[in-house]
């Protein structure tokens, strides 16, 4: 079984810095793209930022030039580096892996619990 867990989330006043991190575990051959959503009161789920195993990157326009994401495959790891923030970043914000292979004959996607990010005014 393959288990995500998501560290680093907090409060954090406007204009503030937080670094999100995410290890996965279990018995992983391998993890294609990586990635950060988030959710935020009342509103759906959006994808913040992905990086695939080539390493292309994929940011939401929102938080381009802010938020810089970046995996480490020996550890099985992704970060989100978050600067500048601001209030409409708070949320819960997920971590997910994709095309993960392990025992399992077919890849898959797996999520972590969540880690809550507020940002004070």
């Known amino acids: 079984q393959v288990q995500l867990v998501e560290s680093g989330g907090g409060l954090v006043q406007t204009g503030g810095s937080l670094r999100l991190s995410c290890a996965a575990s279990?018995?992983?051959?391998?993890?294609?793209?990586m990635g950060w959503y988030r959710r935020a009161a009342g509103k759906q789920r959006e994808l913040v930022a992905r990086?695939?195993?080539?390493?292309?990157?994929q940011y939401a326009d929102a938080v381009k030039g802010r938020f810089t994401i970046s995996r480490e495959d020996a550890k099985n790891t992704v970060s989100l580096q978050m600067n500048s923030l601001k209030p409409e970043d708070t949320a819960i914000y997920y971590c997910?892996?994709?095309?993960?292979?392990?025992?399992?004959?077919?890849?898959?996607?797996?999520w972590g619990r969540g880690t809550q990010v507020t940002v004070s005014s």
């Open positions: 279990g018995s992983i051959s391998s993890i294609g793209a």
């Open positions: 997910i892996a994709q095309g993960v292979r392990t025992t399992m004959p077919a890849p898959g996607d797996y």
């Open positions: 990086i695939t195993g080539g390493g292309s990157k």
